[in-house]
Nanobody
Framework: QVQLVESGGGLVQPGGSLRLSCAVS????????MNWYRQGSGKQRELVAS???????NYADSVKDRFTISRDNATSTVYLQMNSLKPVDTAAYYC???????????????WGRGTQVTVSS
């Protein structure tokens, strides 16, 4: 059973930093794109950042130059370094990955349960 487990959320003051981690466990053949999404209270879930298998990255305009996504393929972990945090960044952050469980099946989307980030003074 593939599982994605996030960690690193919490309460931080405006201007502060947090680092989120998401580790993939269980049996699988290959991990493709890994993503971080977030969903604020009363808002739709939005894509924050993506990193491809080869390390290419993309960011939402709202987090460019403040957030950095990275991955460690050896440990099947994706990170989100969040700097200069603002109250509008307050949300539940979810890890998502395209994972191929076996060589003979297509990749599917897997989600973590989320970790709360609250930016407040």
């Amino acid at each position: 059973q593939v599982q994605l487990v996030e960690s690193g959320g919490g309460l931080v003051q405006p201007g502060g930093s947090l680092r989120l981690s998401c580790a993939v466990s269980g049996g699988y053949f290959k991990i493709y794109t890994m993503n971080w999404y977030r969903q604020g209270s009363g808002k739709q879930r939005e894509l924050v950042a993506s990193v491809s298998e080869g390390g290419s990255t993309n960011y939402a305009d709202s987090v460019k130059d403040r957030f950095t996504i990275s991955r460690d393929n050896a440990t099947s972990t994706v990170y989100l370094q969040m700097n200069s945090l603002k109250p509008v960044d307050t949300a539940a952050y979810y890890c998502n990955a395209q994972i191929q469980r076996y060589s003979f099946v297509s990749a599917g989307a897997y989600w973590g349960r989320g970790t709360q980030v609250t930016v407040s003074s």
